[in-house]
């Protein structure tokens, strides 16, 4: 009897393993660190355009 | 390298919302999210003032500070950005903002909120700059096509300025000399007030 | 991962951003939005037709490969912004600000920024459509021009051409409008008119009877040189918002503002002086400022001598409008009245701007009319930095009315009498006997038996669009046309902005015929209870076509096609074509015009326009010279709005009208009119001789005033082949513009000659006058007060009475008196007063179809003074019944604001959809209603019409509100 339901609890134990999903994407928190996706950062051409479009657009007279 | 910035000119803006659809157009952000508003006071009377606000990507974002996820990033040049797929809608960055920038696009009655959306100074998110999936997510990336905030440069009356804090300023500061005190000086009336 | 899909429309606003934080700030967007968040989302709730929906995906795909440019111009003001397209596969992917555009310089108002908006649009109507047993079914076009044909033939054989109205549009660029106005005269009738006639009939009629033309006279960039400003009935922060980028640089530069308006609006918080006076008060509020002006002698003499007739009649006039009476009639205090008269004195060159606040009247001419005379007192007209800065309405709205769809004048203002008939008839190469067949002669009269010569309907005008309901339910013995209307087209124009609601519900379902012509249904598809009888036909929008469009400043911009017509919609001109082939005068209407297909040729309209508008010289400004012009918009200085350099050099942008002569002669436009400091070979101008050369043995002819280069030296009358051979010029003609002019004058000589020879001896072709401050054509040749027909002030009405009845005026009988006699004051206390908001346009269909917009305005308002709120009982945010003494109601939310003094309510004028509490969503074809719908305040207006252009009054009637 005893070998029958503690046979049944490890069994069951062992079936639950499968409704475990794919853990392996989990992002772990860090306080204070950003963990996203890396963003492309502007090139110094692209800021020296920027300043010039400023000034023939919004700063057009 | 100046960092990027807004300016909204008080004295030129004449509550047109021209921004506000000028960002629901290029980046099509769906009915009831206004990245962008205009803010109206002692509306209808003598010294009523219009002045169009959204984030205003501060140098130390409090949105960023009370994140519990830490979804947020500033760039370079000022630009606060945030992650969505990190976003877990929880709204505490909302009540730390004190301008009301971030939106949710609520779409279910017991309070579920969405992600986070809100004003990205058109420079996008971090997906892969101007591909389907950034402009899905985020709207528009202008600044990395060359070009500045769609809001700024749509303004009606030039009143909204955005880009290259030291230019905006330079614009601004020229202005004030041309006005020479206009709106007139504080304490004008105290000494030239007629009777 | 939760994400807010791009395209859904169903999402309810979070209530974020920031009307919860600033609990204070319960300004307009704030209130609206709080009401109309649950109406928003039940609004959007209707679902995408399939087609619709794989329009939707197309689009999101369709992001792919370099973006096309596409250049046009705003569909919504006259302004003019540079609208700049970013087009990928076919699809309207990007919107770029025009920062190359100097009207512009970039910017857009919320219309403007959202016109993107119409290249994906859903609610708009999609294919022709056709009323049966109260429903609406889809039909071929086909079908519809066939059955819409045979129609009208039948009209025309059992009640004569009259009785089919057309009704045009100000949104029809120039090609389109000029055909429409060929089409309806080819067609056989006068009754033809457009928004012109409800907006700035009384300006064109007032200020061209003041000086020559009836046309802005500066430009919104010129008002970067004012010293002052003067808005009277002008809101131009909502109506031309991108106009107060040029009018704040000028404050920047130094200008004082004025603005005088019933209420404080978005305008007046910029301005430095604000005067309120009660709606309808206009001309004594300008005679009091004018009192002070000649009471201290600061009106400019020398100016008056040389250039103005009349001043004199005028002095006795304003006589009588002292301080005190100015108070009591206006409800402006002497000391603001004196101040502004201080500043318009001591701060020249002022310009002055008016709109609807001052048109909409029935004295709108003597309004008109008394701003022309006040500037012309201070010397302000001619200069830069002066001028009547008159802000036009729609975006086309200039050119539809230059190319006069309307019914008492032929294109280019030549009017309607046979020697205007006989000009345009050779411009179009047509048999003048020919067109003239296609009128109504006489008719017979049923009771009688006798043949009864009626007003011969070809040379007398036709009704006025503001009265069209009466030429549907008026007794025809009272009309001067054979029968009344029984068919209506409603071609790009929208019903509600025409007063008088419950008898235009009658007057639509009276009607044997109703078409639609439309982006948009309009509020006509939904307002009459009908089973049939009725079609809407899908227009395209201008973005979808290309021609040209006249902003306000007379400027031409040439639009290039962005996308092809969306669903099965097709361009208006396109439609005419069929019309007129069913109809069966197509082979004239484009005799000189190449059709491809079924598309007339836009640049062939344009050069017939070239060929016979001398007398506003929409005659230089060909194709060529536009297209040349926008490839180089930003050669142009953004104050003289000169190229300085590259190919337009010396020439003004859009070649203002007047553009004098042939292309060839290469005139640079006019800028500023009447302007004598320039040549007017250069641009320079001055008024015009058109009211003859002396009146009652007084000189008319300018005296010592002249443009620089001018050889007469002084005034001279208009130039005809004759005067040309008294000067000894005849022999600078060619032989071949000899043999045209020979005969002719400057109007009807289409060789240009005469116009060149004048030009190139520094002549103005029209002559050299004076102004006149008294026009003795009019009912009132001197501007006077009167009180409108439903006035507030019964011991005004007794001082100040209005007209009496006339019988005929636009072959209809019109009241005046017989109104003004009842006392509507004590059961309707409330003055009524409109106008517009920013977010929306006109009848509001096409802007509230645009979801961008209409979150922005979601509900019917009107502002209510606090203190009448609590006479009312009425609370903020309330529904409310404003009821009008013509039995019609509107029900709508309250918003109380001290923005409206005492006594005034005001509501927006955009709104559509609903009929008496009622939202007629219901009505509207599958898909094609709005997003947001509400009364339309015109329901609740009143009759009354200007004494000279049927004008109607929505400035000034009378309300009561109560809870609902």
Not at chain 2, 22 to 36: D, L, M, Q, S, Y
Request: hydrophobic residues 35%.
């Amino acid at each position: 009897m005893r070998v029958r339901t503690v046979g049944l609890a490890l069994l069951a134990a062992f079936a639950l393993t499968g409704c475990y999903e794919e853990g392996t994407s989990v992002i772990m928190f860090e306080p204070g660190v950003y963990k996203g996706s890396p963003d492309q950062p502007l090139t110094a051409e692209d800021q020296e355009a920027l300043r010039a479009r400023m000034s023939t657009g919004q700063g057009r007279q | 390298m100046a960092r990027m910035k807004f300016l909204c000119d008080a004295e030129r803006c004449i509550e047109c919302n021209g921004c506000v659809t000028a960002c629901k157009n290029e980046n099509e952000v769906p009915w009831g999210v206004n990245r962008r508003r205009v803010v109206t006071l002692d509306d209808g009377v003598p010294g009523e003032k219009s002045i169009s606000v959204a984030c205003m990507h501060c140098t130390d974002a409090p949105c960023a500070a009370v994140c519990p996820v830490d979804c947020f990033y500033t760039t370079d040049d000022g630009v606060v950005l945030h992650d969505k797929d990190l976003c877990i809608g929880c709204g505490y960055c909302f009540y730390a903002c004190p301008f009301g920038a971030p939106q949710y696009p609520q779409k279910e009655a017991f309070g579920v909120r969405g992600k986070m959306d809100k004003c990205t100074f058109c420079a996008g998110g971090p997906e892969e700059d101007n591909s389907a999936a950034e402009f899905e997510k985020y709207g528009s990336n202008r600044l990395a096509q060359g070009k500045l905030p769609m809001c700024a440069e749509m303004c009606a009356t030039k009143a909204l300025l955005g880009g290259d804090g030291d230019i905006v300023s330079d614009i601004y500061r020229e202005r004030i000399t041309k006005r020479g005190g206009r709106p007139d000086n504080w304490g004008w009336d105290t000494a030239y007030k007629k009777a | 991962m939760k994400l807010t899909k791009r395209r859904e429309l169903n999402a309810n606003g979070s209530g974020g951003g920031l009307n919860g934080v600033l609990g204070q700030a319960i300004d307009r967007r704030t209130f609206l939005r709080r009401a109309g968040i649950a109406m928003g989302g039940g609004a959007l709730a209707t679902a995408l037709p399939p087609a619709m929906i794989q329009r939707a995906e197309a689009a999101a795909d369709a992001r792919t490969g370099t973006p096309e440019l596409k250049r046009s111009v705003c569909t919504h003001c006259s302004v003019g912004c540079g609208v700049r397209a970013e087009v990928q596969n076919g699809v309207w992917t990007g919107q770029e600000p025009d920062f190359d555009s100097p009207f512009n310089l970039g910017g857009h108002c919320a219309k403007g920024a959202s016109v993107r908006e119409h290249g994906h649009g859903e609610r708009r109507l999609k294919y022709p459509t056709k009323l049966v047993g109260g429903k609406w079914k889809k039909i071929s076009w086909e079908e519809a021009i066939n059955e819409i044909g045979d129609k009208i033939l039948d009209i025309r054989e059992k009640s004569g051409p009259d009785s089919v109205y057309w009704l045009g549009s100000a949104k029809f660029n120039n090609e389109q409008a000029y055909l429409f106005r060929k089409y309806a005269a080819l067609w056989g009738t006068n009754n033809v008119d457009h928004q012109a006639r409800i907006c700035h009939s009384t300006t064109v009629a007032g200020v061209a009877n003041t000086w020559g033309y009836g046309a802005m006279t500066n430009s919104y960039n010129d008002m970067h040189n004012a010293k002052a400003m003067f808005f009277i009935g002008s809101n131009a922060a909502e109506a031309h918002p991108v106009a107060m980028q040029h009018i704040l640089r000028g404050k920047e530069n130094g200008a004082k503002m004025i603005v005088v308006d019933p209420r404080f609006t978005r305008t007046a918080a910029h301005s430095d002086l604000f005067v309120r006076i009660r709606p309808g008060t206009d001309v004594p509020l300008v005679w009091g400022v004018l009192w002070h002006i000649f009471e201290n002698g600061w009106e400019d003499q020398e100016y008056i001598n040389q250039r103005v007739y009349g001043m004199e009649d005028i002095r006795t006039e304003v006589a009588k409008w002292t301080p005190d009476v100015v108070e009591d009639v206006t409800g402006a205090p002497e000391s603001v009245v004196k101040e502004a008269a201080r500043i318009m004195a001591e701060s020249r060159p002022g310009t002055i701007v008016w709109c609807m606040g001052g048109t909409q009247h029935t004295i709108g001419n003597n309004n008109t009319r008394s701003y022309c005379v006040l500037q012309l007192a201070l010397g302000n007209i001619g200069k830069s930095g002066g001028g009547a800065n008159i802000f036009r309405g729609h975006d086309n709205v200039q050119g539809a009315t230059d190319m006069c769809i309307l019914s008492h004048s032929l294109p280019a203002y030549y009017g309607l009498s046979e020697g205007a008939w006989k000009h345009w008839s050779r411009v179009w190469g047509l048999d003048y006997e020919w067109v003239k067949g296609r009128f109504d002669t006489a008719y017979v009269d049923t009771k009688s038996g006798d043949a009864v010569p009626f007003k011969n309907p070809m040379n007398s005008p036709g009704m006025p669009v503001s009265r069209w309901i009466d030429g549907v339910l008026e007794d025809v013995a009272n009309i001067d046309q054979r029968d009344s209307l029984k068919a209506m087209i409603f071609w790009g124009h929208a019903p509600n902005s025409q007063t008088r609601g419950p008898e235009m519900k009658k007057a639509m379902e009276a009607l044997e015929l109703l078409v639609v012509i439309d982006p948009y249904p309009t509020h006509t598809a939904v307002l009459p209870d009908r089973q049939d009888g009725m079609y809407l036909l899908p227009a395209a929008t201008q973005f979808e076509t290309y021609g040209s469009v006249t902003a306000s400043n007379r400027s031409l911009q040439w639009r290039e096609k962005i996308i092809d017509p969306l669903f099965e919609s097709k361009p208006d001109h396109v439609i005419m074509y069929h019309l007129s082939k069913k109809l069966g005068f197509s082979d004239q209407l484009f005799k000189n015009i190449q059709v491809n297909g079924d598309e007339p040729l836009i640049e062939d309209i344009l050069r017939e326009i070239n060929s016979g508008t001398w007398t506003i010289g929409y005659t230089g400004q060909s194709p060529e010279r536009l297209k040349l012009h926008l490839e180089n918009k930003h050669t142009f200085n953004t104050t003289t709005l000169q190229a300085e350099g590259g190919p337009c050099d010396g020439e003004y942008y859009g070649l203002p009208w007047p553009c004098w002569g042939t292309p060839e002669m290469k005139h640079p436009g006019t800028p500023n009119l009447y302007d004598p400091s320039k040549p007017v070979a250069k641009g320079g101008l001055n008024f015009r001789a058109r009211f003859g050369v002396e009146h009652e043995g007084n000189n008319l002819l300018a005296e010592g005033s002249y443009p620089v280069g001018n050889e007469i030296k002084d005034g001279h009358p208009e130039f005809t082949a004759d005067m040309l051979k008294q000067l000894g010029w005849w022999d600078d003609l060619t032989a071949d513009e000899k043999a045209a002019a020979e005969g002719r004058n400057w109007k009807t000589d289409l060789s240009g000659g005469i116009q060149r020879v004048a030009i190139k001896h520094g002549c103005a072709p029209f002559g050299n006058a004076k102004a006149r401050a008294i026009v003795w054509t009019f009912p009132d040749p001197v501007p006077i007060h009167r009180e409108p027909l439903y006035a507030p002030r019964r011991d005004l009405v007794e001082k100040y009475p209005t007209y009496e009845d006339r019988k005929s005026h636009y072959r209809l009988p019109t009241r005046y008196a017989s109104i003004q006699a009842t006392d509507y004051s004590k059961e309707f206390p409330l003055v009524h007063t409109s106008g517009r908001l920013v977010e929306y346009e006109g009848g509001g269909e096409e802007t509230r179809s645009n979801p961008w917009l209409a979150e922005l305005q979601q509900e019917m308002f009107a502002e209510i003074n606090p203190a009448d709120a609590n006479n009312a009982s009425v609370k903020d945010g309330q529904w409310i019944w404003l009821e009008a003494p013509n039995g019609a109601k509107i029900k709508i939310r309250a918003m109380i604001t001290p923005r409206v003094t005492r006594g005034v309510v005001f509501t927006p004028f955009h709104f559509g959809g609903w009929y008496e509490g009622q939202d007629l969503l219901d009505k509207y074809p599958e898909g094609s209603a709005p997003y947001v719908r509400g009364e339309a305040c015109n329901h609740a207006f009143t009759y009354g019409y200007d004494s000279v252009t049927q004008m109607q009054e929505t400035k000034a009637s009378l309300c009561k509100i109560s809870a609902a």
